[in-house]
């Protein structure tokens, strides 16, 4: 897969059209020498019509079925097509880079084995969650699979690893145009599978900074991107990991100092349960004194409520002994003395004296019965 988009110089050509342009990228120029064809190739001449596109550059839907089988015969690993999809990053119109993708897709469509089902678009995928979570995953996984199903001879061992791997930055470029993936998943897929086509330079990303070597590429591969045409978008790319560097770092202070806070009122909140559980032991402690005091109470009430049950019977039953005594002396020594002496004194000639007797003996008596009933 190349990005290099310097290329040398052919006639100029002037394209008023997407379908020129593609028809002339598509068709070979002959090594005069050799009489052979020369590869397929994105001149600057391409570019700078491509750039300069008119708004109103469109594909019939004719054009682009024609167009597309003409690719795929000329350019088998579609190297071509992402060049061109790559320079319609620069077009002066957004409208013409999305027709230039529409037309990539459209494409990879008519590759048989990849959209066994004839699918209107095979990067549309079904029962998606709202918000896209893992589209950009799901997709390339898809891709991915299909490419290790298919068992056909047309292609060549490299030639199918270069197709793969087109195919795979042309659905990373979709699902980015299309709000599928937002740039920093498209960007953390894009570098998973930019190692992938290199693994051997897998292992030395990991150990860089005890591979002088590597360290020294890096740093010669950087200087030379100081005349690079694409130093712009290089610088970009840059600043872009730069500012997410810097982000994650900022976010892993952030972290750190809100780990410790949450570790100084994790210490506050044991200081605080060390206090609370001891003023709850306290409390316990007195709610037992307490409980105890309640019971301790509650026995004498019930030891007071039966005393004064006790005295309240005894007292129903003297009670009852003075009514029947106080009863007794009345009926059988009060009443028949009084009779007697009222007798006495009815007489013609009243017997004054016997009367007067039986006064003294019922006041004796009285006097006797007083003493008991004051007891």
Not at 97 to 108: A, D, N, T, W, Y
Not at 155 to 180: C, T, V, Y
């Amino acid at each position: 897969m190349s990005n290099t988009l310097s290329l040398p110089k052919k006639k100029l050509i002037n394209f008023s059209n997407l379908e020129d342009l593609i028809t002339d990228l598509l068709t070979p120029d002959l090594d005069k020498k050799t009489e052979k064809k020369k590869p397929l190739k994105l001149t600057s001449s391409h570019i700078r019509a491509l750039v300069d596109m008119p708004i109103s550059a469109k594909l019939t839907s004719e054009q682009c079925e024609s167009l597309s089988k003409l690719l795929l015969e000329s350019d088998v690993e579609l190297k071509v097509l992402l060049s061109l999809m790559v320079a319609a990053a620069k077009c002066r119109h957004s409208e013409v880079r999305k027709e230039v993708l529409g037309f990539s897709v459209h494409v990879v469509n008519n590759i048989t084995f990849l959209n066994p089902m004839e699918d209107s678009n095979i990067f549309l995928l079904r029962d998606i969650s709202e918000g896209n979570s893992g589209y950009l995953a799901r997709l390339i996984k898809q891709l991915r699979s299909r490419f290790e199903k298919y068992q056909g001879k047309n292609l060549k061992p490299a030639q199918k690893r270069h197709l793969e791997s087109n195919i795979l930055a042309i659905a990373h470029i979709w699902a980015f145009e299309n709000g599928k993936a937002d740039i920093d998943k498209t960007l953390e897929s894009f570098s998973r599978l930019l190692i992938s086509i290199q693994p051997d330079e897998a292992e030395k990303s990991v150990n860089i900074e005890v591979d002088t070597l590597a360290a020294t590429g890096m740093v010669y591969f950087l200087a030379s991107q100081t005349t690079s045409p694409l130093l712009k978008d290089f610088s970009s790319i840059l600043s872009f990991f730069k500012a997410k560097q810097d982000a994650a770092q900022s976010e892993s202070s952030r972290s750190k100092r809100a780990t410790v806070d949450l570790q100084e009122k994790y210490k506050n909140l044991e200081t605080q349960t060390d206090i609370l559980k001891a003023e709850s032991f306290k409390k316990d402690e007195l709610i037992k004194q307490l409980t105890g005091e309640i019971l301790s109470l509650k026995e004498q009430q019930v030891e007071s409520q039966q005393s004064i049950t006790a005295q309240k019977v005894h007292l129903k039953d003297d009670t009852s002994k003075a009514k029947a005594k106080a009863l007794n002396f009345l009926e059988e020594e009060v009443l028949p003395n009084l009779e007697n002496s009222y007798k006495a004194l009815e007489r013609e000639k009243p017997k004054v004296h016997v009367a007067l007797h039986n006064l003294d003996l019922m006041i004796e008596r009285v006097e006797e019965e007083l003493k008991w009933f004051r007891k």
